[in-house]
């Protein structure tokens, strides 16, 4: 088994002060790069996913629903789409960049330098994935069941992701559990919105 680590979306919007801010977001910055320390050796590869928005369309919304339509966040070339500045950098060997004209929750919609995030995991031999990051309920549901489509074993790492609302993460995670995706520990538990 050769196992990779994705990293979804744990950028500055999604952070407490971000246009789109999770409670918690900051906190799971941190604690990827904790975990990223002491799992050293788990990991043939680290990679990361990034909202990269310059049109999405009706994506972004000035009244927002919070579920389908969103307020502008990780707007290219604004300090808002940058990784969040707690997440080491360090092991993250490639980030694949999603959503220019689009909504893509996904990470598996996202490239990098033309390379799909799928092809380049098969390409480095990986064949399971393990998920941090943002949102529970929207990014990382997405990249997990798309993981699971691309032939990848998956699990979903709870205790390094924070979601939006308390409603659509209990969702997501039964979703995800029913679809066959692995969870390890819990989520941090979104108080805002919900
Ligand atoms: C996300 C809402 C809107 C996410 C992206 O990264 O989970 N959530 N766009």
Redesign the pocket.
């Known amino acids: 088994m050769t196992r990779a680590l994705l990293v979804?979306?744990v950028?500055n919007d999604?952070t407490e002060g971000g246009s789109?801010a999770?409670d918690g977001g900051a906190e799971v910055a941190v604690k990827i790069s904790e975990y990223l320390r002491t799992t050293a050796g788990e990991y043939a590869h680290v990679v990361a996913?990034r909202?990269h928005?310059v049109d999405p369309g009706n994506?972004f919304a000035e009244d927002p629903d919070?579920v389908d339509t969103?307020p502008a966040?990780?707007v290219v070339g604004t300090g808002g789409e940058e990784l969040h500045s707690r997440l080491d950098r360090g092991p993250i060997e490639a980030v694949f960049d999603k959503?220019e004209y689009a909504?893509?929750?996904s990470g598996f919609e996202g490239r990098i330098d033309g390379t799909s995030l799928a092809d380049w995991l098969r390409d480095h031999g990986v064949d399971t994935v393990d998920i941090a990051?943002?949102?529970?309920?929207?990014?990382?549901?997405?990249s997990a069941l798309d993981a699971l489509q691309e032939g990848f074993g998956v699990r979903v790492l709870l205790n390094l992701t924070a979601g939006?609302t308390e409603a659509t993460t209990e969702a997501a995670i039964d979703r995800l559990r029913a679809a066959g995706v692995e969870t390890v520990g819990q989520v941090h538990r979104p108080v805002r919105h919900g």
């Open positions: 979804v979306d950028q999604f789109l999770v996913t909202d928005h994506h919070y969103w966040h990780c959503g909504a893509a929750y990051g943002l949102t529970t309920d929207h990014c990382v549901q997405a939006v």
